[in-house]
C-alpha cells in the first residue's frame, strides 16, 4: 500500500475514533437533558454547520462551495441526505433493536455491499485477501458489539422493525460513502463537508421541531457535549473521512470504520466501567488486524470506484472543474 493510501486509512480510522464517541456522548446528553434523538442530531448537525461555515469564509474558499453546488447539486444532495438518513435511521435502530443488532447490522452492511459493488463495476471477484479481511473484520464487529455491556445492551421492543431499520441505515452509510468518495477525488474536504453537513441539517433541523419536546437548552454540560458532536464527530470526522476517501475505496473505507464500534466500546468500558470481555478483547485484536492488513492494491479498487457504479442514476461522473 502507498504512503498516501496508508495516509488515507489512517484519516478514515481517526474519522471513525471521533465517531465511536457519539453514542457515548448522546447517552451523556440525555442524562444531563431531555432531549429526543432527533433534537440532538438536529444540534449536531448545525453546529458543525456553524463551524464549517465560519472556516470557510475564513480561508476564503467560498467561491468553490457555491461552485460545488453549483456543478454537483444532485450528487451533493443525496450524500448530504444519505448521511442524514443513515444517523437517524441507526439511532433509531437502536432503540427499535437494541445496539447489538443496529451495529452489526449496519456497520457490518456497508462493507459488504460496496465491496459486491467494486467487484461487479472492476468485472472480477475480490481477492482471497479481501475476502479475508472482510470477513475478520465482520467477526471481530460481532464480537466487540455482543461481549460489552455497552453491545450487548439486549434486544430492543420491536426486533424485526428495528433490524430492517438497520438495514435500510446499513444501505444508506453505503450509498453516501460510494457516492461520497467520487465528490471526495475532486473536491477539497472541507468544502465537500461543508455542503453535505448544510444538506443533513435542513432535512434534520425540521424534523426535530416537528418531533416537539424541549428543543433548547442551557445546561452548561450538555452544551459542551453537544459542541462535542458538532465539531469532532460531525465537522472533523467528516472532513477527515473525505480525505481519506480521496486515497482509499468505499470498500476499504467502510472496513475501517468498524474501528467506530471498537472505540465506543473501549470507551463504554473507560467511562462507564462497562467490562469488554474476552470475546469483545479478541473482536479487537481481528479488526485492529483486518484494518493494518487490508488488500495492498487498493489503489485498484479505488479506480473502480469511480467507475460508473459510483455515479447517480443519470448523473454523469465529471470531475469538478473548479
Do not use: N
Not at 434523538?37 to 444540534?43: D, E, K, L, N
Not at 439486549?154 to 431499520?165: C, F, H, S
Amino acid at each position: 500500500m502507498s504512503t498516501s493510501a496508508r495516509w488515507g486509512v489512517s484519516q478514515i480510522a481517526l474519522a471513525a475514533f471521533l465517531w465511536g464517541t457519539g453514542g457515548l456522548v448522546v447517552q451523556l446528553v440525555r442524562e444531563q437533558v431531555p432531549l429526543s434523538v432527533p433534537t440532538i442530531s438536529a444540534w449536531r448537525l448545525a453546529l458543525a454547520l456553524a463551524a464549517l461555515l465560519a472556516v470557510v469564509l475564513a480561508q476564503r474558499t467560498g467561491g468553490r462551495l457555491l461552485a460545488l453546488l453549483r456543478a454537483r447539486p444532485r450528487r451533493v444532495l443525496a450524500v448530504g441526505l444519505a448521511t442524514a438518513g443513515y444517523q437517524l435511521l441507526y439511532f433509531l435502530a437502536v432503540t427499535w433493536a437494541g445496539v447489538t443488532v443496529a451495529t452489526v447490522v449496519s456497520l457490518g452492511l456497508a462493507p459488504v455491499l460496496l465491496g459486491v459493488s467494486e467487484a461487479v463495476t472492476a468485472r472480477r471477484a475480490p481477492s482471497p485477501t479481501r475476502l479475508l479481511v472482510v470477513t475478520a473484520a465482520l467477526a471481530g464487529l460481532a464480537l466487540v458489539s455482543t461481549s460489552t455491556g455497552h453491545g450487548g445492551g439486549g434486544v430492543g421492543p420491536r426486533p424485526l422493525a428495528g433490524l430492517l431499520v438497520a438495514m435500510a441505515a446499513g444501505v444508506l452509510y453505503a450509498l453516501a460513502t460510494g457516492w461520497g468518495g467520487a465528490l471526495a477525488r475532486d473536491t477539497p474536504p472541507l468544502v465537500l463537508t461543508t455542503a453535505t453537513t448544510g444538506v443533513g441539517a435542513v432535512a434534520l433541523v425540521p424534523v426535530a421541531l416537528l418531533g416537539g419536546g424541549q428543543q433548547l437548552t442551557g445546561d452548561p454540560a450538555a452544551l459542551a457535549l453537544l459542541a462535542h458532536l458538532g465539531l469532532f464527530t460531525m465537522a472533523g470526522a467528516y472532513a477527515a473521512f473525505y480525505a481519506g476517501l480521496r486515497t482509499t475505496s468505499g470498500s476499504t473505507a467502510a472496513l475501517v470504520t468498524l474501528v467506530e464500534p471498537l472505540s465506543a466500546a473501549l470507551l463504554a468500558a473507560v467511562v462507564l466501567g462497562e467490562r469488554l470481555g474476552p470475546g469483545g478483547v479478541v473482536g479487537t485484536v481481528l479488526i485492529l488486524g483486518a484494518v493494518a492488513g487490508l488488500a495492498r492494491d487498493d489503489g485498484d479498487a479505488v479506480a473502480a470506484a469511480a467507475g460508473p457504479t459510483a455515479a447517480l442514476p443519470g448523473v454523469p461522473p465529471h470531475a469538478d472543474p473548479h
